[in-house]
Every structure is written in structure tokens, then in C-alpha cells.
């Protein structure tokens, strides 16, 4: 299978200060690159000799700056592109089951106002613009159209741009093109987008030239939940392998602080305060989900959702075999990934 990182061979940049391996615990301090979350707001900690801060970034700019030069030594990294490289036998990435980033994505399919696109459904034999084509909302979307839709991801056209993460696999019909997603669909050249963080969502709401293809995405995620279980997993927490065999303590205290950033969150219920009906709809969505809507660990329910999404990986000419969940993930020996209970009252 000519499945193959854009940046074609096995050297890569290592000459950035910060590729380079430390040679002595004298000097543990690490940074992570990661996104701009509430329940990483308490992530820099120190433990074990090993000094950690966090450096807020865009994650598809760490995606792209890792697979071309691997500057980075821990961060958060797309979980579709990790399986990926672990299944061709790319082992310079060790992830621990730290999983930062999560959404239904349902409701990441838009689509313009004046369009006559109201159900996914119709979404056969369309013109899809998407940011990369191998991204791991993108591997949610197909395999949900395939699944839930009966939509045939090889019927549709993916419009993306030039520089991608990794060479298309056989089967995809993509259309390269120099231009922004969004910008692409205000102008009328594809149907529908994949999107996150549209610039049309910080006008006034009835100046708003973009809708979801669904009208009341929000029900249908719920909906999709309540019969599958699966909240969907987008990145996965990463160190560099290099780095990891130098600093095995390291993996440690990455996790801990990950699981202690999380619980301070929780405790102090961030973004229940903040809008109306804030504590309410921080109540449902705590039962809903058991207590923990972002569980870490190789718990039952994230071990079914990365078998999903490698499930999907294959059926999309991603990767030829599944690697063992158990294989993907290093687990901390003395982190206990169990969080608090909640407040809800």
C-alpha cells in the first residue's frame, strides 16, 4: 500500500534545540504543546525530578510541525495520524491514553443558508471541502455517513488543499485546490465543509451565511450516543520515543498532571458559571456520561471508540491491519486515571 507521509523519507530535522535529547535529569524541564482547553488550564506541575509547562497551540499546526521535523517532546497529536504510523511500522511517537480532545461531529458538517442540503444523507456524490484530508474529524465524518447513512465515501469529492499531511490513499477522490475550506463554500465551489472555528460564526447570528447541513445536530449527536456509546476521541497525548527512553519517569508525570489538570477542572465545574442555564446543562451532560465526560486510561469505553476509529482507518485504505489497542498505548505504572466525583448541585 502506497500509504506514505508527505515529507518522503526517514530523515527528518532534529537540529531545533529542542529535538535534541537531554542528556542529564539536571536539566527536566519539559513543555507541552497542546490545545487551548479549561481542563488543561492546571497541566504545568513538577514531580520526580521533571519540571513541566504548557504551551498553548494550535493543534494542526503541532500535527503538521511534528510529522515534517518532530520538534516537539511531549504534545497533543491527531489519534487517526498516530494509528496510522504505528500500523506502517513508524514507532518514533509513543502516545499514552491521554485523550485532551473530544467532539461529535455531526454537527461539524456545514453547509451555506441558501443551500437545499438538510440531511446527511444527501451528501452522496457532493463536493466536500476539508482542512486534510487524513485528519481525524474527517475519518469520523466518512465513517459516520458510511455507517449511519449509507453514504459511500468514494462518491464524494474532497477538496483540500496542496500540502497535506500524508499522500491520499488509492480509492479517494480528492481535488486539490489553493484555497481555504470556508472560503471555498461562501463562493459556491463545494456543497458542504468539515469546519471547526468558522470565521462566519463570529458575526452577529442573522448576518450568518453558514448552517449545519443538520438542523438540530445537537439531538442527532445525542441520539448517536445513546445507541453507540462512543464520544468520539480526537487527539491523543504523545512523547517523543527518543525522549521517553531517556526520561522514563517522565511518562508519569505527564499523565498525572493531565488527570490532576482535569480533576481541578471538574471541581471547579469551568463553563457552568460562565452562560445561562450553565449549571443545569453541566448537570445532564455529567449523568449522561457517567461522571466523566473525558475519561483517560484504556477504560471499556475509550478502548471501543479507538477500535472505531481504527475500524474506520481501514475500511479507508488508511492503513492494511488494526494495530492491538494495548500496542498503541504506553500506560503510566502509577497513575491512577480514576477522577473525582464532580460537583453538580
Not at 101 to 116: E, I, L, M, P, W
Request: hydrophobic share 40%; aromatic share 10%.
Amino acid at each position: 500500500m502506497n500509504w506514505q507521509p508527505t515529507t518522503q523519507g526517514e530523515e527528518r530535522r532534529m537540529n531545533t534545540p529542542e529535538a535534541v535529547s537531554h542528556t542529564s535529569d539536571a536539566r527536566a524541564s519539559f513543555c507541552i504543546r497542546g490545545g487551548d482547553y479549561e481542563h488543561v488550564l492546571g497541566v504545568p506541575e513538577a514531580g520526580s525530578g521533571i519540571t513541566l509547562t504548557y504551551e498553548p497551540m494550535t493543534p494542526n499546526d503541532i500535527f503538521r510541525v511534528m510529522l515534517e521535523s518532530r520538534p516537539f517532546e511531549v504534545c497533543e497529536f491527531s489519534l487517526a495520524n498516530y494509528i496510522t504510523l504505528r500500523a506502517r511500522g513508524e514507532s518514533w511517537l509513543t502516545a499514552i491514553p491521554v485523550f485532551p480532545n473530544r467532539a461529535f461531529r455531526h454537527g461539524t458538517v456545514f453547509t451555506r443558508n441558501d443551500s437545499d442540503l438538510v440531511a446527511l444523507q444527501q451528501l452522496e456524490g457532493k463536493r466536500i471541502g476539508v482542512d486534510d484530508y487524513s485528519m481525524t474529524a474527517a475519518v469520523w465524518v466518512r465513517g459516520l455517513l458510511e455507517d449511519d447513512y449509507g453514504v459511500d465515501w468514494r462518491s464524494i469529492t474532497w477538496v483540500t488543499g496542496a500540502k497535506q499531511r500524508f499522500v491520499a490513499p488509492a480509492g479517494a477522490r480528492i481535488d486539490f485546490v489553493d484555497a481555504a475550506p470556508e472560503d471555498l463554500l461562501l463562493a459556491g465551489h463545494v456543497d458542504a465543509i468539515i469546519g471547526f472555528a468558522l470565521k462566519d460564526a463570529r458575526r452577529p447570528w442573522h448576518h450568518r451565511a453558514l448552517r449545519t447541513v443538520l438542523r438540530d445536530s445537537d439531538a442527532v449527536e445525542l441520539a448517536y450516543f445513546e445507541r453507540t456509546a462512543i464520544y468520539p476521541i480526537n487527539h491523543c497525548v504523545v512523547l517523543r520515543t527518543d525522549v521517553h527512553e531517556a526520561h522514563p519517569a517522565l511518562i508519569d508525570v505527564v499523565a498525572r498532571a493531565y488527570v490532576r489538570a482535569k480533576n481541578d477542572a471538574y471541581a471547579r465545574r469551568l463553563g457552568s458559571t460562565l452562560v445561562p442555564w450553565g449549571k443545569s446543562s453541566w448537570a445532564r451532560a455529567f449523568d449522561r456520561f457517567d461522571g466523566d465526560p473525558l475519561p483517560y486510561g484504556l477504560t471499556a469505553t475509550n478502548r471501543r471508540v479507538v477500535s472505531r476509529l481504527g475500524e474506520y482507518l481501514l475500511r479507508q485504505g488508511f492503513i492494511e491491519n488494526v494495530p492491538p489497542i494495548d500496542d498503541l498505548f504506553t500506560v503510566p505504572s502509577g497513575v491512577a486515571f480514576e477522577c473525582i466525583k464532580p460537583r453538580v448541585d
